[in-house]
């Protein structure tokens, strides 16, 4: 079955950049950080490390049992977690490369986590390092408990925070190119809500670690998440094979581009909730960051450049908002995004 099917092939990679200066909540009517969300709310800080860090402080206030460390510098290791840090009630943290930014990460650790908790890290050593950099600070203030999910690539990765999550049998799965970040984070919140596993397959083919993980789960269903541009219908054939399941119940979702595809897969899902996440399409901190908070609030990721299309002010406007959070600054996601939503909660 095809939603919104399209060819495209999702250019550019992962990075820094740096948000606007300051860190904190802003909003363009009274500022917030409840569960409920009833305005235009803006989470961001100076860099990606900081909006994560602004994202966790405005959705955690009691202490928490739970923290998910993944890197700030690329999105391969990251993309599966949402879906093991909802479940683990988990703000994902961004460790940086630098002293100060991960000086930061281990000050909210010190006041939000309990000293017994549990520190999930996504990644190898290459990337999230162990004897001489994050994990040894983690385990010099105290934190024991820690947990490395990272494989010899990223499709290892990816199946260890899977088994991780402890699926049950016929559980649907999403399927999303590892090769870059924006369709994953498009289903990300929704994927961490349902407890669907992201697994992540090549354009034109699945890897042996992936195919023993659809095999185990022996899913209902399988979401392909983009065009045949991106994931190809070689990917399909194999899933048809592994799992024998009727076409009607592999799905592929997609539109054009990065944005339509993140619409695409919103109006599939059509989430109940009466709120949305907006994050820039150009970069992956700062949706991968905001997926649990987008899944607590019951509500999809819009991935968004300049301004949002009209065919996603129509989407909204259908489900009558009566609340939107922005993640990052206005350097990625510009105040007009932040107007255009403004119109919608006030009409």
Excluded: W
């Excluded at 949305?276 to 987008?294: E, K, Q, R």
């Excluded at 406007?317 to 350097?331: M, V, Y």
Aim: aromatic share 6%; proline share 3%; with cysteine.
């Amino acid at each position: 079955m095809a939603v919104s099917t399209g060819s495209y092939s999702s250019g550019g990679g992962g990075g820094n950049r740096t948000d606007d200066g300051g860190t904190g909540v802003t909003t363009s009517t009274t500022p917030t950080t409840t569960p409920i969300v009833s305005s235009v709310q803006r989470l961001y800080g100076q860099n990606p490390v900081d909006t994560a860090l602004a994202i966790a402080k405005a959705e955690y206030s009691n202490k928490l049992s739970n923290v998910v460390l993944a890197t700030a510098d690329n999105y391969p290791d990251a993309l599966a977690g949402s879906v093991l840090a909802y479940k683990l009630n988990a703000p994902i943290l961004l460790v940086g490369s630098s002293e100060a930014d991960q000086a930061k990460v281990l000050d909210y650790m010190k006041s939000n986590l309990d000293p017994s908790g549990n520190v999930y890290i996504l990644g190898g050593t290459a990337v999230v390092s162990t004897d001489t950099d994050m994990e040894a600070k983690v385990k010099a203030e105290g934190f024991s408990q820690i947990t490395r999910l990272g494989g010899t690539d990223l499709y290892d990765t990816c199946s260890k925070i899977t088994d991780q999550l402890q699926v049950k049998s016929g559980t649907p799965i999403v399927l999303a190119y590892g090769g870059n970040y924006p369709d994953a984070l498009s289903i990300s919140s929704i994927a961490a809500e349902n407890q669907y596993p992201i697994l992540l397959v090549q354009n034109d083919g699945i890897s042996d670690v992936i195919k023993n993980e659809i095999a185990t789960i022996k899913p209902s269903k399988v979401f392909i998440i983009g065009g045949d541009g991106v994931i190809s219908s070689a990917v399909e054939s194999q899933v048809e094979q592994i799992t024998s399941l009727d076409k009607s119940n592999i799905i592929r979702i997609a539109g054009q581009d990065r944005y339509a595809t993140s619409l695409a897969v919103a109006q599939y899902f059509n989430l109940a909730g009466q709120s949305i996440c907006v994050a820039t399409g150009n970069n992956f901190p700062d949706a991968l960051a905001g997926s649990v908070y987008a899944a607590n609030h019951n509500t999809s990721i819009i991935l968004a450049d300049g301004s949002l299309s009209d065919q996603v002010m129509d989407y909204l406007k259908n489900k009558k908002l009566t609340g939107a959070t922005i993640f990052g600054g206005e350097s990625v996601v510009s105040k007009g995004i932040e107007q255009q939503l403004g119109q919608l909660i006030g009409d």
